[in-house]
């Protein structure tokens, strides 16, 4: 047993970790679509003097590379085909791949289109071992898109995304707490997540080639050598990562709101309040580029009722100004003329959801009156 595993600092219960990663994604996709691009050296991307976004394994032979500039890619595979990538396409398949994800468990963390770490640790179907789950989605994915995918399953992030490369294309790998240590140990350099091909050949040129060179350098060592970075390899040779698997939640509303100290009345008071929350509002949403179509104002009263009412347009709501004068039409629709405690200003249906749930809520009607 890793003694490092056993430490205090690392959560008990050891968690159960699946890396999913679609084997040549784009590529595939491309093959798949188009049965004349099947078995051969394919590449997604291109252009003139664009660079390879993915190859079809048959490409890979000739050493053709994600990422690598096409002229490049042309040289070492002449009969080379380039295909226009399509990514609304990547995009359907991928969200049927998650949604077979979201079958075993929640706690689904997405890299990419085609990659995902899956917490299975506690699943919905009680499926004891993570390696019989990893093989059940891998089979799904299969059967529902005619597509291959690779897993690694292990006990963090880490690991398990190192494993998921070992046996691919179509194959998956675990790598159990026993063997951690021994795994790690002879493991490449340049097959550790985290270090590039720049470091990769630094450590080459310091004579780190396998696990084992690395665990030999003291923290210290590791430290002055490659900064912030040398803590991570440091844990990293001896299993330690304890990064969560951390679900993409859509943020769905952004609310600024005020509570009085004491309760106001007067409109010229409640006035200043609307424009100073339009105001805030805005800095909230142009931190982060986000647009709303709908605003909603919140009043509170004295007695704690609470009423909320929103208006939605076609287009989204552009800056403080705009959510001012709404937020003053609203005001007129308020139900009570008593004491208020608390204001608040909302904006929904935003830039950042999906598409679906967008045309849903522009059914609201243009005073909705809701609690
Ligand atoms: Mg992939």
Known sequence: MNPYLCDMDFPFPQRKIIHVDMDAFYASVEQLDDPSLRGKAIAVGGGHRGVVAAASYEARKFGVRSAMPSKTARERCPHLIFVKPR???????????????????????????????????????DIESANDIAREIRKRIF???????????????????????????????????????????????????????????????????????????????????????GRYYYNVVRGIHNGEVKPNRIQKSVAVERTFWDDIKEDEEIDQKLKSLSLELEERLGKKEIKGKTLTLKIKYQDFTLYTRSKTQESYFENAEKFYNTAKQLWELRPFDKAIRLLGLSLSNLNTEEKKQVSVQLKIPFAEFDD
């Not at 991928?94 to 075993?104: A, D, T």
């Not at 340049?190 to 080639?209: D, S």
């Open 87 to 125: 990514f609304a396409r990547y995009k359907e398949i991928s969200s049927k791949i998650r949604s077979i994800f979201h079958e075993y468990t929640d706690l689904v963390e997405p890299l990419s289109l085609d990659e995902a770490y899956l917490d299975v640790t506690e699943n919905k179907k």
């Open 143 to 229: 059967e529902e898109t005619g597509l291959t995918a690779s897993a690694g399953i292990s006990v963090n992030k880490f690991l398990a995304k190192v494993a998921s490369d070992i046996n691919k294309p179509n194959g998956q790998k675990t790598i159990h707490p026993t063997k951690i240590d021994e795994f790690l140990e002879n493991l490449p350099i340049e097959k550790f997540y985290g270090v590039g091909k720049v470091t990769a050949n630094r450590m080459h040129t310091l004579h780190i080639f396998k696990g084992s060179d690395l665990k030999a350098k003291s923290l210290d060592e590791l430290e002055k050598l490659f900064g912030k970075s």
